[in-house]
């Protein structure tokens, strides 16, 4: 059964810094464009980050800057290295493909909270 994981999450204050990643088993990121998600408490899930099958990347330009979406097609993870982090990058990341056609079962998330 395919099953998507991220971690990295946590507490931050406001200005730090975290990590992101994502693995699936079950399944390959490999040739897929793939994107950060994240989901605001009462408001609707957003992509933030994609990143295609050879590496072009793009961001919301809310978060244009600060986040930085990469992949390790090897390892078929992805990450998400995000600095200067505002209390309104509070939410709930999730990753997945892209293309909603092709798109996995949605993993549990991780939680990302910034506040002093």
């Known amino acids: 059964q395919v099953q998507v994981v991220e971690s990295g999450g946590g507490l931050v204050q406001p200005g730090g810094s975290l990590r992101l990643s994502c693995a699936a088993s079950?399944?390959?990121?490999?040739?897929?464009?793939m994107g950060w998600y994240r989901q605001a408490p009462g408001k609707q899930r957003e992509r933030v980050a994609t990143?295609?099958?050879?590496?072009?990347?793009n961001y919301a330009d809310s978060v244009k800057g600060r986040l930085t979406i990469s992949r390790d097609n090897a390892k078929n993870t992805v990450s998400l290295q995000m600095n200067s982090l505002k209390p309104e990058d509070t939410a709930v990341y999730y990753c997945n493909r892209v293309l909603w056609t092709v798109q996995l079962p949605w993993g549990q998330g991780t939680r990302v909270t910034v506040s002093s």
């Open positions: 990143i295609s099958s050879g590496g072009s990347t």
């Open positions: 079950g399944s390959s990121f490999s040739g897929y464009a």
